[in-house]
């Protein structure tokens, strides 16, 4: 049940870009209209969370423009609060272009984000009584590659939520354009340490961390190499399976036709702490499968759904597996 005792269950700090996407087919060279909407890993997490009413807090840094507002704006009306918004007089807000295509064109997308106002965020910035009145820190990975000051304001977050005692999860979501297999590796080791929750993909899990083996292994390996309390591992349309603590447990990925592969971890991620904050991480990875299929029947990088909405998807599930969640010996 909530923490009443806490402003907010969920809080994070992350990058907020403006997503500007083609329809399918439309190359982007000579697109004639483009739709806006905001995006980020972070955002994405917090969004759909508060649309399964949790109470969720943002940190970021957004110009003080219109295009800064239209994030907010959007945002805001998934349930997130926004009261942690650092407002810039000058900078920019960091974009992303998506151009939809079928077989055999993949889907192609553009970054230009490179020195947007959240890659100058800096811990003096931080309202740290704002960020960390939270039962959960949420954290990925693509902060710390931003910048020097943002990793430095990582490790500041990390510090001053086991000082307060505060629940840490953290998303290795690992980005290739913006740092080196061997920065992302070096840095990310330390960060991973003793958090409560973490999540890593099956691929990112080998190549970063070195672990080998069947996925059994890798997961081990990961429990040995963080000490994290929980480990979440994705593998694709192979589904997900997690640490409990004392067990092995596997939810496969549910058959979808995928209309927009961007947000779908992001969703999976949300789902999953859903299930956590209710003390209930089986439950989370059924939740998490079902966010990720909506994500990935979906427009857009925030899923649009409601929790009753998700609770029958997930029931539903639940019903026609001979098992439920899966026990991995």
Same mark, same amino acid.
């Given at each position: 049940?909530?923490?009443?005792?806490s402003?907010?269950? #969920?809080? !994070?700090?992350?990058?907020?870009?403006?997503?500007?996407?083609?329809?399918?087919?439309?190359?982007?060279e000579?697109?004639s209209?483009l739709?806006?909407?905001?995006?980020g890993?972070?955002?994405?997490?917090?969004?759909?969370?508060?649309?399964?009413?949790?109470?969720c807090g943002?940190v970021t840094?957004l110009?003080?423009?219109s295009?800064?507002r239209l994030?907010?704006?959007?945002?805001?009306m998934a349930?997130?609060?926004?009261?942690?918004v650092?407002?810039?007089?000058?900078?920019?807000?960091?974009t992303?272009?998506?151009?939809?295509?079928?077989?055999?064109?993949?889907?192609?997308?553009t970054y230009d984000?490179?020195?947007?106002?959240?890659?100058?965020l800096?811990?003096?910035?931080?309202?740290?009584q704002?960020?960390?009145?939270?039962?959960l820190?949420?954290? !990925?990975?693509?902060?710390?590659?931003?910048?020097?000051?943002?990793?430095?304001?990582t490790?500041?977050?990390i510090?001053?939520?086991?000082?307060?005692?505060v629940?840490?999860?953290?998303?290795?979501n690992?980005?290739?354009k913006?740092?080196?297999t061997e920065e992302?590796?070096?840095v990310?080791?330390?960060?991973i340490?003793?958090?409560?929750?973490l999540f890593c993909k099956?691929?990112?899990?080998?190549?970063?961390?070195g672990c080998?083996?069947t996925l059994s292994?890798v997961?081990?390996s990961l429990v040995?190499?963080?000490g994290?309390r929980?480990?979440v591992?994705?593998s694709?349309?192979?589904?997900? !399976?997690?640490?409990?603590g004392?067990?092995?447990?596997?939810?496969?990925a549910?058959?979808?036709q995928? #209309?927009d592969?961007?947000?779908a971890?992001d969703?999976?991620?949300?789902?999953?702490?859903?299930?956590?904050?209710?003390?209930?991480?089986?439950q989370?990875?059924r939740?998490?499968?079902?966010?990720?299929?909506?994500?990935?029947?979906?427009?857009?990088?925030?899923?649009?759904?409601?929790l009753?909405?998700l609770?029958?998807l997930?029931?539903?599930l639940?019903?026609?597996?001979q098992?439920?969640?899966?026990?991995l010996?």
């Open positions: 049940m909530p923490d009443s005792s402003p907010f269950e #969920v809080t !994070t700090v992350g990058e907020v870009m403006l997503r500007l996407s083609v329809p399918a087919g439309t190359r982007l000579i697109a209209s739709a806006v909407t905001p995006g890993a972070e955002s994405n997490v917090m969004a759909v969370l508060a649309r399964l009413k949790r109470r943002l840094a110009p003080d423009t295009l800064g994030a907010t704006t959007h945002l805001r349930g997130v609060d926004m009261g942690g650092v407002w810039c007089k000058t900078g920019r807000i960091g992303y272009f998506v151009e939809f295509a079928a077989p055999p064109h993949p889907i192609h997308v984000r490179a020195d947007s106002c959240a890659a100058h800096s811990a003096d910035q931080i309202d740290w704002y960020l960390l009145k939270t039962r820190l949420h954290i !990925t990975g693509i902060t710390p590659a931003l910048s020097a000051s943002c990793r430095d304001l490790t500041e977050m510090t001053r939520a086991k000082s307060a005692n629940a840490i999860s953290f998303d290795v690992y980005r290739q913006l740092w080196t992302a590796a070096e990310m080791s330390s960060m340490q003793g958090v409560d929750l099956e691929a990112d899990a080998r190549r970063l961390f080998t083996g292994d997961i081990g040995d190499r963080s994290a929980q480990v591992v994705t694709g349309d192979q589904g997900v !399976t997690a640490w409990d004392s067990q092995l447990l596997h939810e496969p549910i058959p979808v995928i #209309v592969r961007l947000g971890g969703a999976l991620a949300a789902g999953v702490l859903h299930g956590w904050l209710n003390s209930n991480l089986a989370g990875l939740y998490g499968v079902g966010l990720a299929s909506l994500a990935l029947s979906q427009h857009g990088d925030v899923v649009v759904t409601t009753d909405e609770n029958a997930v029931a539903n639940h019903g026609n597996s098992n439920g969640e899966r026990l010996r």
